[in-house]
């Protein structure tokens, strides 16, 4: 069982930056697992971000160049920095985990982490 508490976010401006942080439950080893980071606004389906699958990292197109995923295995935390940040950012933000994924996209489906956090919401003014 792994429990993932999120922290960070805000209200901000529109060019402001943010760290979102996702925080692994005491004895999880954060190496161990890819770990993703989600998004939602009323009424829309759940929008992959960004994944650290294991060594490697990926992004949706809106936000590469903007955002960066990193991981901080001591601290058990993987950290989401967003910089530049648009009105378009804001939602609800939500870090997972998983194991394992069946094959080599499953990173951006939500149903493909097993653990997940309550999630941070994010807000940008313009």
């Known amino acids: 069982q792994v429990q993932l508490v999120e922290s960070g976010g805000g209200l901000v401006q529109a060019g402001d930056s943010l760290r979102l942080s996702c925080h692994a439950s005491?004895?999880?080893?954060?190496?161990?697992?890819?770990v993703g980071w989600f998004r939602q606004t009323p009424g829309k389906e759940r929008e992959f971000v960004a994944v650290l699958n294991w060594e490697d990292e990926y992004y949706v197109e809106s936000v590469k160049g903007r955002f960066t995923i990193s991981r901080d295995d001591v601290k058990s935390t993987v950290y989401l920095q967003m910089n530049s940040l648009k009105p378009e950012d804001t939602a609800l933000y939500s870090c997972?985990?998983?194991?394992?994924?069946?094959?080599?996209?499953?990173?951006?489906?939500?149903?493909?982490?097993?653990?997940w956090g309550q999630g941070t919401q994010v807000t940008v003014s313009s």
């Open positions: 005491a004895r999880t080893n954060i190496s161990y697992y890819a």
């Open positions: 997972a985990a998983t194991s394992r994924f069946s094959s080599g996209y499953d990173y951006v489906r939500a149903t493909s982490y097993i653990w």
